[in-house]
Every structure is written in structure tokens, then in C-alpha cells.
């Protein structure tokens, strides 16, 4: 079982075969399968308590209705994850707040009964066989709020949304033999002839051969303190939640725009809801400012499909609404990476997950605990650091939200 607290001088003295620096979902995830590998694990969070950065921000989705095969897969080992998470974690008392609901993106376009079946077809084939495509009247008659100017959708029943809160302190109750190591910072690595020896923190040095990075959007400033550059930046996302519009169906799926990528499911008698907005990346923060115009953009937009968001859009009072904003940690493929840092031996990577690193957590926690027993799964080859060298081969994901 994972300990969580603030470490003291004796604790850090112990040395750890892998040391973790970030206590993300990430973080969180990867020192599950660490300890699960019969490794010891430290898992370092300089904020007073796990998972409440970007993590604590997020939209709490999951989905397997991805386009590369590489995501497709590692969202359905996930999403397996999520599904039997008592039974793996031996967590009987452990709720997820698992709601699948499942995931419908809807097209309005002429073209969208053509490309919505081509996508699924495609999903089909990279072994996702539980996608169905529904015609425009299909998806009004099983989801009556979608309104006449939708022509295609796609839905998968598995897909849907937790709670990342009791994903992240699960995972880290069920660490075996976890320490994680809150209101402590990594402010520098020290390196011998063999690579990584120890990490240097606020509070002292602990030794180990082996670090995962794993600092969400502030990985980029990790990494140079650690002497490695990295190509992962912090662009801000919205999240509005509305309160108290039992209107709003409790039933509804995650319902995706296919065309602008805006999106809303219910929660908790009323609804969240998002849009990944073009923006520039800015410096990671502890707080990112909130845009007030947001609200009414998405709401606008989302009432395109399901014109059940015109009247509660008209009645709506500011009090009502929640407004936060977080940085998706993004890559310049917006695919995680997740590798060994070549030139400096014992440093590892988990990171740039931008839009789906409560989805991807498990999988990608357990390949890089792969890594770090010396194994290379055929898995990780997709998320290598040296597909952004010139002439790599990056992954192109068109199903980015
Ligand atoms: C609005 C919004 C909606 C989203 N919706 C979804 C969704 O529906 N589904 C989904 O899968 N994903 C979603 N995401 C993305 C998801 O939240 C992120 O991909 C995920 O949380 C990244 O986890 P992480 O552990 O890498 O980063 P973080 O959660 O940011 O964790 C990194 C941790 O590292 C710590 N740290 C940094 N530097 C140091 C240091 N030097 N020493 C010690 N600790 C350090 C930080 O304090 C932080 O706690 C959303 C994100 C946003 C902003």
C-alpha cells in the first residue's frame, strides 16, 4: 500500500530504485505499475496534495474512438483498466464514479455520413469493434436532444467519463509500497559516470539510478533543470460546469461536435462542458486566468446539434456557472512521449499527453514501467522521443480534442 505525506529528513535518506518527480495522474499512474514490478518507488509532488494540478482541471473523459492505431489501443487497454480497477488494484472499497455513458460525435456536414463511416470502418479494423455508425435519423431516434441538422454520428457504449480524484488516490493507495512525497520539489539532478545518481530536492538529495519526468505542462522546465530539453508546451483549455438545469438529460452520452470539436455531457443535475479553442502556448502556471467570453462561445456552439442549449443558454445567470481553466501538456503531434532520455542514462519521460492524460494514465504508466525493467514493447514505439528528430516519423492523430 502507497504512503502519502510530507517526507522527513530520514525518509528521504532512503534511496529508491525509481524516483518519480510529479505526482500527476501520470506520475500517479506510472508508480502503480512501478511498485507493481517489484521496484521501490518515490513519487514527488511539490503542491500540497496529489492530482491537483492540471489533473484536477480536466474534463474526467475517457474515449477509444481515436484514428491512430497507436491511441485506439493504448484508450482500450485504459478504459479495460478503468473497468476492472477494483480487481487489479484489489481496491474493493474504491469507487470510480465510472460512468460510461459512452461518447457520440455528430456531424452536421454533407459530407459526414461519408467520413463518419470511412472512420469507423478504419476503427474496426485497428480492432475497436464495438463502434457503430448511426444516419442523421438514427441518432435523433436513440438521442432525442440532438436536433434536425445533424446527418452522421458515431457512438461507442464503453467510452465515458470518472472520477479522476478517486483514480489518482486509488492508484496511489494500491502503489505497492509507494511513497509519495508531497510539498517536495526536484530542483536538479546529479549525475556520476553511470548516469542519473540522485535527485536533488527542496528538502534534500535522494538516491536512485533511475527518474521518471512526469511534470505535465511544467516538463519543458523540468527537464532544463535536469540539463534535457523536451517539446512539450502548456496551452490553456476551458472547462464550464452549470448547475441546476434538470433539463439537461442525466441519461446523455459525452456529445461531441464532429465539426468544431465542441463537446457537453451531463454532471451531477446539470453539465460540463468544453471546447479546445485555438490558442498560443503561454508559460506553465500554477493558475492559468479564465477568459469570461468562453461560456458564451461554447454554449453557442453546442446548441448547433443540441438545440437544448438555446433556452438554457438564454436563461442562464453568471452565478450558475463555474469557470476554470487548465494547460494541456501539448507535443507537437499532441501523442505523449514515452521513452528513455538517451543522452542522460537513468532519465526517463512521461510526458505531453495534452487532451488525454486521464484516459491514457494506465496504459501509458505501464509501458514506461516497461521501460524501466529494460523491456521495449512494441507499444511504446509510437510515442519515441526521436520522432520529432528530423526525418521521424510522427503520428497524426485527427481526432484531437
Ligand atoms: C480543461 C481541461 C480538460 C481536460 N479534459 C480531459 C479529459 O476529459 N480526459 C482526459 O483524458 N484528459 C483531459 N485533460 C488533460 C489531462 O488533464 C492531462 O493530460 C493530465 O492531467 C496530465 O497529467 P500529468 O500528470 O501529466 O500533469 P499534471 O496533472 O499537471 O501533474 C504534473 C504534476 O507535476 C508537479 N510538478 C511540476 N514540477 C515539479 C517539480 N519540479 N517537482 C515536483 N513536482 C512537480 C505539478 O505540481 C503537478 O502536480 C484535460 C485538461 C484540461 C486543462
Not at 457537453?264 to 468544453?274: D, N, T, V
Not at 463555474?322 to 494547460?327: E, H, K, N, T, V
Amino acid at each position: 500500500m502507497g504512503t502519502i505525506g510530507v517526507p522527513s529528513a530520514a525518509d528521504l535518506s532512503q534511496s529508491a530504485d525509481v524516483v518519480i518527480v510529479g505526482g500527476g495522474i501520470i506520475g500517479v499512474a506510472t508508480a502503480f505499475w512501478v511498485g507493481r514490478a517489484g521496484l521501490s518507488v518515490v513519487c514527488l509532488e511539490r503542491r500540497d496534495a496529489l492530482g491537483s494540478l492540471t489533473t484536477a482541471l480536466s474534463e474526467e473523459c475517457f474515449r477509444a474512438q481515436f484514428t491512430e492505431p497507436a491511441n485506439i489501443r493504448m484508450m482500450k487497454a485504459s478504459i479495460e483498466f478503468f473497468e476492472r480497477f477494483a480487481e487489479v488494484t484489489g481496491l474493493e472499497d474504491c469507487d470510480l464514479g465510472l460512468r460510461q455513458h459512452g461518447y457520440l460525435f455528430v456531424s452536421a456536414a454533407d459530407e459526414g455520413p461519408q467520413l463518419l463511416r470511412e472512420r469507423v470502418e478504419l476503427q474496426r479494423r485497428h480492432g475497436l469493434d464495438d463502434v457503430e455508425y448511426l444516419d442523421g435519423d438514427e441518432v435523433r431516434r436513440r438521442f432525442p436532444f440532438i436536433g434536425p441538422r445533424a446527418t452522421a454520428g458515431t457512438f461507442r457504449a464503453r467510452d465515458g467519463w470518472l472520477s479522476t480524484h478517486a483514480l489518482t488516490y486509488g492508484m496511489a493507495r494500491a502503489t505497492a509500497g509507494g511513497r509519495f512525497w508531497v510539498r517536495t520539489e526536484a530542483t536538479g539532478l546529479i549525475v556520476d559516470s553511470h548516469g542519473v545518481a540522485a535527485v536533488e530536492t527542496n528538502r534534500g538529495r535522494i538516491a536512485t539510478r533511475r527518474v521518471v519526468l512526469a511534470t505535465g505542462p511544467f516538463a519543458a522546465v523540468t527537464a532544463a533543470r535536469f540539463g534535457a530539453m523536451v517539446p512539450v508546451t502548456a496551452v490553456r483549455r476551458h472547462k464550464v460546469v452549470i448547475t441546476g438545469y434538470p433539463v439537461i438529460p442525466e441519461s446523455a452520452p459525452m456529445t461531441i461536435d464532429d465539426g468544431t470539436g465542441a463537446y457537453w455531457r451531463p454532471e451531477s443535475g446539470g453539465a460540463a462542458l468544453g471546447w479546445a479553442l485555438p490558442e498560443p502556448p503561454m508559460e506553465p502556471s500554477e493558475t492559468v486566468p479564465t477568459d469570461w467570453t468562453f461560456p458564451a462561445l461554447v454554449l453557442e456552439a453546442v446548441s448547433e446539434l443540441s438545440p437544448l442549449w438555446e433556452g438554457i443558454a438564454a436563461r442562464l445567470r453568471r452565478e450558475q456557472v463555474y469557470l476554470s481553466a487548465g494547460q494541456y501538456p501539448c507535443t507537437p503531434d499532441n501523442n505523449p512521449v514515452i521513452d528513455a532520455y538517451d543522452p542522460i542514462p537513468g532519465l526517463y519521460l512521461n510526458i505531453g499527453y495534452g487532451g488525454h492524460g486521464i484516459m491514457a494514465s494506465p496504459e501509458g504508466g505501464r509501458l514506461m514501467a516497461e521501460l524501466l525493467m529494460g523491456r521495449m514493447p512494441a507499444e511504446v514505439q509510437p510515442f519515441r522521443l526521436n520522432r520529432f528528430a528530423t526525418g521521424g516519423q510522427a503520428a497524426r492523430e485527427s481526432m484531437v480534442i
